[in-house]
């Protein structure tokens, strides 16, 4: 039997999946009496990433509303998990390569604090370049959407890093005076709303209906020729979006006039024009013009309320910042670790010497001693061409030791790549190991589309 499965990244990775019916009861309740549930995440490249128990193994998540159907990938031996029921498939996903083999298992238990999920069903993919981990800078086992979301409504406080899980009985139905709602509609499990663009070369506004994509981490996807109206833009860039589990997809980036929510009109957002070739599986429902991701959801308190079919938009304290895009060229992975030498303080040693016969004074000697650890490295996945990084002699698999004067060792990978979304003209020095010799390079950001 042959299913798809949609998926794609987007700057890091962005993942979405069209839903697999599984003829089950799965529900994710709350535990005694509790009526709520608040949890702590970790945001990275605008992605959720929180901890949940699956049959008592403790994976590390990303939430995707833009998932129908929970998925597991980058296991290896250190992360021995018990699943039931495994079933054989093959799943297609963005990109134009082949499908690839999955594992079907049903029967699972989740646990999220007080939050238990009975029977989930879920995916497992063994293909080793499907690889989160590496473009996030932290272990991550899987994504989750639909099957968290559907059960409650879901109120994410991106400012503050929080998700509350709300109980839908005793949850305040009262929406805030500054709020805007929105109708949901639902296709293979996954949320669309209708929202409003307007385009470079239109004054009018263009409707579209997208997908809420909170595992997206770009702000919007526009499908060209989806719309009369959604032509290729006259101004745009061909970049490198992402990695789907069918393949790279490159794309158009661009910047739009703006995206009108209700009374929320957001200015000059950026947007992808992916290739149609690679988005093949994204457009089969017909009537979706694309993606709204989490570059977009950041800037609000966002409240989903599966049940009612709607979604709750307040803004949030990030609602008026800019948008950019990596003007630098390069995309960053994870390189693994290296032993690193460093001097330890807390275990240096003082005395005293004598001075010569004509000094009246004493010399401290210190003596440090010296520990080794392992250190976070990077490399350059990715290198637009003709990009100010290209244009400088960077290359591809070069391995940034020092950004800006500063190691990169001690440095997440979030804290990096910010420094290739600053304002134009920022400059930008590294120092990169190729081939077992250094050489160093500096750049200025470069905005092509302005």
């Known amino acids: 039997m042959f299913k798809t499965i949609s998926s794609k990244y987007i700057v890091l990775l962005l993942v979405f999946f069209s839903v697999y019916q599984v003829n089950s009861q799965s529900r994710f309740e709350l535990k005694g009496k509790a009526k709520k549930q608040t949890i702590s995440f970790k945001l990275l490249s605008n992605l959720i990433v929180f901890p949940i128990e699956v049959n008592g193994k403790e994976l590390n998540f990303i939430l995707d509303s833009g998932v129908g159907t929970t998925i597991l990938f980058n296991l290896n031996t250190n992360d021995s998990i018990s699943l039931n029921n495994l079933k054989k498939r093959k799943i297609q996903g963005l990109g134009s390569e082949d499908a690839v083999d999955a594992i079907l298992s049903s029967s699972n238990t989740f646990k999220l604090k007080n939050l238990r999920g009975n029977n989930q069903a879920l995916y497992v993919v063994y293909d080793d370049s499907f690889d989160l981990s590496s473009k996030l800078g932290i272990t991550v086992h899987g994504i989750i959407g639909y099957e968290l979301l ?264 979030e804290e990096i790549t910010e420094r290739f979304y600053q304002r134009e003209g920022t400059k930008v020095s590294v120092l990169v190991e190729r081939l077992g010799q250094n050489y160093e390079y500096s750049f200025k950001l470069e905005n092509i589309l302005k």
């Open 150 to 413: 559907k059960d409650f409504v879901v109120k994410i406080s991106y400012g503050a890093k929080k998700i509350t899980f709300f109980d839908r009985e005793f949850y305040d139905d009262d929406v805030c005076n500054k709020c805007e709602v929105f109708d949901l509609q639902f296709y293979g499990n996954k949320p669309y709303l209708n929202a409003g663009v307007q385009l470079e070369s239109y004054k009018t506004e263009t409707p579209v209906k997208l997908l809420i994509d909170s595992g997206g981490s770009d702000a919007m996807w526009l499908f060209e020729g989806s719309h009369p109206d959604l032509v290729s833009p006259k101004k745009f860039f061909i970049d490198f979006l992402g990695e789907g589990l069918s393949g790279t997809i490159y794309g158009k980036r661009t910047f739009i006039e703006s995206l009108n929510l209700g009374r929320f009109k957001l200015k000059r957002p950026s947007v992808s024009y992916p290739d149609s070739l690679a988005i093949i599986q994204a457009r089969k429902f017909e009537t979706r013009n694309g993606s709204l991701g989490a570059s977009i959801l950041k800037r609000f308190v966002v409240t989903f309320d599966y049940g009612n079919k709607r979604l709750i938009l307040k803004k949030g304290k990030d609602y008026n910042e800019p948008f950019r895009y990596n003007m630098s060229g390069i995309e960053l992975v994870h390189n693994g670790k290296i032993l690193v030498k460093e001097r330890d303080n807390k275990m240096a040693t003082f005395g005293f010497s004598n001075a010569s016969a004509s000094e009246d004074r004493n010399t401290v000697v210190l003596n440090y001693n010296y520990k080794y650890t392992f250190k976070n490295t990077y490399k350059i996945f990715k290198l637009r061409e003709e990009s100010p990084a290209h244009r400088a002699g960077l290359m591809k698999d070069d391995i940034i030791i020092k950004i800006n004067g500063k190691y990169t060792f001690d440095m997440p990978l």
